[in-house]
């Protein structure tokens, strides 16, 4: 991609826009970068683009803002429909986005992964499964860490393990995984998109420019995800957690395998991973396929497997508390992913959920909790609701607790109520905005609350 003497406009000073605007900064562009939000609004400091040259504008985006731009670049949160978007495609400006710039930079394969539920852990394992043959391996994209920066950091040689969302999708047009795995589609981002139909289409555009000897990573267990092998240029690779397939990577008696081009390997057994759930069985097969193909031995594979660690927000053991084990799963912003995790224990739960309400259907996320939460504890803007859907399942008004907008009112009530053999969950089952900057502090906040209980 060329910079060099180009005058390029940058939407949204979040992580991935000011980290690809420095980079076409320093590539010769001409580089503005701007957000309808006021300078004070924006958690990031600001001054180090002003001291490398780019232009910074916040607030209304005037039409003006495109006059003599070669190139307009979207953050992820930023969506094609606002006018200044809509205005450079009437002007046939190019339109594109921090991780096509990384595709166009890249000068080794990328692994690209995405699905509603399951990204960040998926790509975490296979980032350390492909350090295992590429030590200066990049891992980026939705995971918080600009792709193009870790692009340029692999170079030739190596491989680039990406987390891809449907947002950054969106505007893309170009990139083309030599990987792509796709981990499964529920209900999410409905506001953005539209539609389900229009969120799985951006979540098929990541590999719609695959050719023969590409590969596309689906799960069988998912219709959606299988169904996209009708779709597929590339070759089709299936895994599964609940059939043996004749090829692909699935469990068998209890032994997560691989099997492909005639040869079988078993990698390691299920009850050797240390990241709970059957949900995490379908991360570690997703993650051992995508790295099989990426070109890692199948004994290193396994080997990592056994070692590696649950992320942090994603059914993460927090503390043991008299007796009681706390766990934070503040990644579970919607209730697809708050299912898999209720489902990861065998019950007497005490669960803390609520926040910023996606107003997706309740019922089989509340008929879980019936059968598996001892006591519930509501927060945030969707405590209500939350509330009514529960009691409307048939659980009982007498289990439910209101903490209001505070987590620490949350974990005081937990803590008072629990006991042995009950275990408390932090898994929301929405965003956090209503309360926190983004789920990670929210997790963090909840981690240091337990915490301070140990004291």
């Known amino acids: 991609m060329e910079f060099m003497g180009k005058k390029v406009l940058v939407i949204g000073a979040g992580i991935s826009g000011n980290a690809v605007a ?20 924006i958690s990031y400091n600001m001054q180090e683009l002003r001291d490398a040259g780019i232009k910074l504008v916040f607030g209304k985006q005037e039409p003006s803002l495109l006059d003599g731009v070669d190139m307009l670049i979207l953050s992820p949160a930023v969506p094609v429909r606002i006018p200044v978007v809509q205005e450079a495609y009437k002007r046939n400006i190019p339109v594109t986005t921090e991780v096509e710039v ?5 000068k080794s ?38 792709l193009c920066e870790e692009a340029l950091k692999a170079g030739e040689g190596s491989c680039i393990v990406a987390e891809i969302s449907s947002y950054q999708m969106e505007a893309s047009n170009t990139f083309n995984p030599h990987v ?54 590339g070759k089709v690779f299936f895994f599964s957690r609940k059939e043996i397939l004749k090829e692909g990577a699935f469990v068998n008696n209890g032994w997560l395998t691989i099997s492909w081009n005639g040869q079988t390997c078993k990698l390691c057994r299920t ?7 059957g949900h995490n069985i379908e991360n570690a097969l997703a ?28 059914i993460e ?62 927060v945030g803007d969707a405590a209500a609701r939350f509330k009514e859907c529960a009691i409307a399942a048939g659980y009982s008004p007498e289990h439910i607790h209101e903490a209001g907008y505070s987590m620490e009112k949350a974990v005081e009530i937990a803590h008072k109520i629990a006991g042995i053999p009950q275990t408390v969950l932090l898994s929301p089952a929405c965003a956090s ?19 301070e209980l140990l004291k």
């Open 22 to 41: 420095k980079i076409a900064k320093n590539m010769g562009a001409d580089v503005t970068l701007s957000d309808s939000k006021a300078e004070a609004d």
């Open 180 to 233: 792509a795995v796709v981990l499964n589609v529920t209900p999410d981002h409905v506001v953005r998109h539209g539609s389900l139909e229009v969120y799985q289409a951006m979540k098929e555009k990541m590999f719609a420019n695959q050719g023969p000897d590409d590969f596309l990573v689906l799960n069988y267990d998912d219709a959606k995800t299988r169904d996209m092998a009708n779709r597929a240029k």
């Open 433 to 451: 905005f209503d309360m926190f900057t983004g789920f990670e502090e929210r997790g963090r906040v909840f981690k240091g609350l337990v915490k």
């Open 271 to 277: 009850d050797e991973l240390k990241i709970k759930g």
């Open 317 to 378: 053991p927090v503390a043991t508390v008299n007796g009681v084990p706390y766990f934070n799963d503040s990644k579970a912003t919607n209730t697809d992913s708050a299912i898999k995790a209720l489902q990861s224990f065998d019950g007497h739960l005490i669960l803390i959920a609520g926040g910023d309400d996606k107003h997706t259907d309740l019922s089989e996320f509340m008929e879980l909790v019936k059968e598996r939460v001892d006591e519930l504890i509501l």
């Open 109 to 146: 394969p990328i692994l690209a992964v995405t699905g509603t539920n399951g990204k960040t852990t998926t790509v975490s394992l296979l980032g350390q499964l492909m350090r295992t043959r590429y030590p200066n391996a990049g891992v980026g994209g939705n995971i918080g860490i600009p």
């Open 102 to 106: 990384a595709y166009n930079l890249a």
């Open 287 to 314: 993650a051992a396929a995508a790295a099989y193909l990426g070109g890692v031995r199948l004994p290193k594979i396994g080997e990592s497997l056994k070692a590696f660690e649950p992320v942090e927000h994603r």
